[in-house]
């Protein structure tokens, strides 16, 4: 079993719908990242948390540390919005050179 | 030139050949990585630099061997690579704050990435 998991892995909507996209994962982290990777390969990061919620733009990402567990909600889609999207958490303060552990990505593609 | 960039972006080699993959970043960091993702798999850390010191070698074979003569500029020179090495081979930076401890904690820029194809 990955220490990152995604669901769903692929996710079709269409344009307008809300989307959810989920992250469970099982190691101690001091923060979670949500990358977004265009076709051809270019990845953004798009947010880092490490509780609470962070919004930007049409995106909000949410973690439960407790629970751990994160979502990513895109609003209003738009085809621009396909992409993968990566979940990728970070090592427990202190212990040093904790490497970033991902998760396989959930891709997205939205129908005009 | 802002943000990180690769180059090149496409790359074509044979077993035998010798190349260099280049990484640049214009966001003043402090650190920086080389990643590998192949298809249907997570991204997979090679290498981190802190303060142009590599505080990471995550089991990669020595035909994959890092530079980092800045804290600006990143190399991976390539030797006798195999055909299972085919991937995108991804540079990121950031600006670690703590002094070379848990960099997974610090957002990364990443570049557009370089495609490599063994033969």
């Known amino acids: 079993k990955n220490e990152v998991e995604q669901s769903p892995q692929n996710l079709t909507a269409q344009e307008g719908e809300f989307i959810t996209i989920n992250c469970s994962y099982s190691?101690?982290?001091?923060?979670l990242h949500w990358l977004q990777q265009h076709p051809g390969g270019g990845i953004v990061s798009l947010f880092m948390?490490?509780?609470g919620k962070k919004k930007h733009g049409r995106l909000i990402a949410t973690i439960n540390i407790q629970e751990k567990h994160s979502s990513l909600h895109i609003t209003a889609s738009h085809p621009r919005d396909s992409a993968v999207y990566i979940c990728a958490v970070g090592g427990t303060r202190g212990f040093g050179n904790e490497k970033l552990t991902f998760g396989t990505g959930t891709r997205l593609t939205i129908i005009p | 030139e802002t943000g990180v960039t690769q180059t090149p972006r496409h790359l074509v080699m044979g077993m035998t050949n010798k190349k260099s993959l280049k990484c640049e970043q214009h966001l003043g960091h402090n650190a920086m990585y080389w990643y590998k993702q192949s298809a249907k798999k997570p991204l997979e850390l090679m290498f981190v630099?802190?303060?142009?010191?590599?505080?990471e070698n995550n089991s990669v074979p020595s035909r994959f061997s890092p530079e980092c003569p800045n804290s600006s500029h990143l190399f991976l020179h390539l030797h006798t690579l195999q055909p299972e090495d085919s991937a995108l081979y991804l540079c990121?930076?950031?600006?670690?704050?703590?002094?070379?401890?848990?960099?997974?904690?610090?957002?990364?820029?990443f570049g557009p990435g370089t495609r490599l194809t063994v033969l």
């Open positions: 630099y802190n303060f142009k010191e590599q505080t």
């Open positions: 948390l490490s509780s």
């Open positions: 190691v101690g982290i001091s923060a």
């Open positions: 990121a930076s950031s600006q670690d704050e703590s002094s070379g401890g848990s960099w997974g904690t610090d957002t990364q820029y």
